[in-house]
């Protein structure tokens, strides 16, 4: 984080300095204001693609900062909007599960396909650390 110091905010840099050096960074658009302030640190972030997860880590910390989102992402080509609720993640490991084994997991109906932000309430989040683990690849 270091190569990017300038475009943090001076807080957001310390905080972020303090849980280590090497980060992958998530961001959205738009988000509730409950359903962010909701978020605990240490949230499992899952991410999918074609129907699968793909990749699980370790939210360490979030943090809105419009700038540093037009730096990895620019803006969003449909409505112009910023990434800037921005996601700090370590600890990311492969992973490889169907997406039907996450719907029966954390109780979504068949033929859900997870696309872009969801946030998973505390009951499915604990139904999915068991597939979660079990398929790290």
Known sequence: IRALKKNFLEKQYSELSERGEAFFFWGIKSIEPTTWMNIPEKS?????????????GEICYKFINEDLSKIFWGLDSGTQEAFKYMFAIKNVKKIKIPQKIINESAGYKEGNYIQGFTSAD?????NLKNPVKTHLT
């Open 44 to 56: 499992l972030g899952i991410f999918f693609a074609n129907k699968e997860a793909f990749a699980v």
């Open 122 to 126: 505390e009951l499915k989040s604990y």
